[in-house]
Antibody, heavy 118, light 107 residues
């Protein structure tokens, strides 16, 4: 059974940093692209970033480019999102998602809440 | 960036109704259009990818179609468990973009 479990969310002050993790199991992690998608409270879905199966290719939404860094450790079956320079508008539930070809997301984690506030 | 315009933003329907949700992309996405269902407090679930390919295990009352840059999700004979918010997403090019969502409510 595919499982994706996010962790690392919490309350952080504006300008602060946070690192999210997504522990994967139930599939061959190093064969799949992985994504982060976020959802502000009461709002729609926003794609954040993706990383290729071997980590050689990454893409970002303009809203986070230069502030967020996606990475993965295939030996640990874990996806990361390093978030620096956090802003109030980054407050959201962050989901990790698995992707066969870098496109559609066939499995999602349960999400972790990030709140940026003073 | 490719814009994805989804309509309507909400609708009310009854069990047994046929429901249609539309997404229009600002440029061609070559069938790279996906549909997700999200229930309150839960993660989204993939229903359809590639405009019309139903994910294994998704009921056949769900279907997707495309005509150029217009994409449609149809739910035939709406069931109580189908009341949720639906999102489309283009995955043709980055940044990947979602439609604004359609909330399907009980009439």
């Amino acid at each position: 059974e595919v499982q994706l479990v996010e962790s690392g969310g919490g309350l952080v002050q504006p300008g602060g940093s946070l690192r999210l993790s997504c522990a994967a199991s139930g599939f061959t992690f190093n064969n799949y692209w992985m994504h982060w998608v976020r959802q502000a409270p009461g709002k729609g879905l926003e794609w954040v970033s993706r990383i290729k199966s071997d980590g050689s290719n990454t893409n970002y939404a303009d809203s986070v480019k230069g502030r967020f860094t996606i990475s993965r450790d295939n030996a640990k079956n874990t996806l990361y999102l390093q978030m620096d320079g956090l802003r109030a508008e980054d407050s959201a539930v962050y989901y990790c998602a698995k992707s066969p070809y870098g496109g559609y997301h066939d499995y999602w984690g349960q999400g972790t809440l990030v709140t940026v506030s003073s | 960036d490719i814009q994805v315009t989804q309509s309507p933003s909400s609708l009310s329907a009854s069990v047994g109704d046929r429901v249609t949700i539309t997404c229009r992309t600002s440029q061609t996405v070559s069938s790279h259009l996906n549909w997700y269902q999200q229930k309150p407090g839960k993660a989204p679930k993939l229903l359809i990818h590639g405009a019309s390919s139903l994910l294994s295990g998704v009921p056949s009352r769900f279907s997707g179609s495309e005509s150029g840059t217009d994409f449609t999700l149809t739910i035939n004979s709406l069931q109580p468990e189908d009341f949720a918010t639906y999102y489309c997403q283009q995955t043709y090019t980055t940044p990947l973009t979602f439609g604004g969502g359609t909330k399907v409510e009980i009439k």
